[in-house]
């Protein structure tokens, strides 16, 4: 059972059309024609997160239990990493992370449940912008 089975059960709860939900989640009637009758299995995650959002779904909803599982597992796999990383800091690396992250945290496509510019359109989201604490120019002699 994939994405499209799950659409199709919560639409039908939801007594919602396809094409309701087409409008309130500025997704192609085409592209939720081809998840539901496909019952596809990858969907990509800006597509999941704009349906959760117009349904007032769970976006883990929308998965299989096995997708759910890998996805949440690729969360906690982040979530180990920023551990780790954390845990070999000393106290003013800790507090500079922690600056670090609040600043992150205000930028709207890093937000939960934004999608990140550039994600579905064929090209990777890449954030060029330097830290705020980036020098401007290389010092002199480099």
């Known amino acids: 059972m994939g994405v499209g089975t799950n659409l199709k059960t919560i639409l039908r709860d939801k007594k919602m059309t396809i094409k309701q939900l087409s409008e309130l989640a500025d997704i192609p009637i085409n592209t939720l024609y081809s998840i539901t009758k496909r019952d596809s299995e990858r969907v990509d995650k800006v597509i999941i997160q704009r ?16 997708q759910a599982s890998e996805v949440l ?9 920023v551990d780790a990383a954390l845990g070999k800091l000393n106290d003013a690396g800790m507090e500079k992370a922690a600056d670090v992250v609040e600043l992150i945290a205000e930028v709207p496509r890093y937000k939960a449940g934004q999608a990140p510019s550039g994600a ?3 090209t990777p989201a890449t954030d060029t912008t330097p830290p705020p604490d980036a020098p401007t120019e290389a010092p002199e002699g480099e």
């Open 51 to 66: 349906l959760a959002a117009a349904l007032g779904v769970d976006p883990y909803s929308l998965y299989s239990f096995d």
């Open 73 to 81: 597992s690729g969360r906690i796999n982040a979530r180990e990493r």
């Open 120 to 122: 579905g359109r064929g």
